[in-house]
């Protein structure tokens, strides 16, 4: 197993910095030398030997979607009917009453910085969507999933229960998860889960991420994302 790579400045057991502190491009968040859940997805992967969720071209697709909802960026350079795909996907989101709702009063890609209670490991996260008022995070996913009962499968598939464990116990005051998953293709329905509202969810979530913190610590791994060269803060 490698060893561990440089440990950032310690800190409280929590520490988060506030919206004008958190603006900062997706490579200088990946290179922060904090654990994300996407960290703890790769050492489960490497130690278990699972699969990877879809990179490359479907990780970036989702990235576009993403810059455009919450940003407000439009995606360039890509095809008319990707164009329209991701355009049909937007216009599903903004027409749910949940989604825009909390949109317009929403931080968006905001970072959360906390070291973990247990471990003492540096920690990170960017929440899609935070509205501190509600005290609710909300994650938008995009999704082939065809019916609800397929998104869920793909919520357990992709250990979505870490996810919002680790993000809840990274942000300050959340007491609400919800994920948003978003067809890729016709009927585009936005599915609605509330994560938090599961019984047994998030505790099950906070075991799987806990252990992994812990076989961290103990065995010690470097993510790859801390090795990419980091972009300025914009």
Known sequence: MPDAGPVAHPLPARLYLQPEQTKTTMTTYRTLNRYA????????????????KPSGPA????????????EGVTPT??????????QQMRE???????????????????V??????????P????????????????????????????FLHHCDQYSYDRQAAYY???APDATRFVLLGVQKKAPFTVFYFEASACRG?????RKKYQRLLGDIQRNGFTPSSWQLESAPIS
């Open 123 to 150: 920690c990170k996260s960017q929440t899609d969507i935070w509205v501190p008022e509600s005290r609710l995070l909300v994650d938008l996913k995009t999704t082939s999933a065809q019916t609800y009962g397929e």
């Open 59 to 70: 990780l970036q697709f989702g990235q576009l979607f993403h810059a455009w909802v919450l």
């Open 92 to 110: 599903a989101v903004l027409q749910n009453k949940f989604a825009r709702s909390v949109l317009e009063t929403a931080l968006t890609e905001h």
């Open 201 to 205: 969810c998030v505790e099950e979530g």
């Open 112 to 121: 959360h910085l906390w070291n973990d209670v247990q471990t003492g490991l």
């Open 168 to 170: 809840l116990d990274g």
């Open 37 to 52: 859940n996407s960290d703890l997805s790769e050492f489960r992967n490497l130690i278990f030997g699972h699969t990877a």
């Open 77 to 86: 350079d890509v095809t008319p009917a990707r164009f329209k795909q991701l």
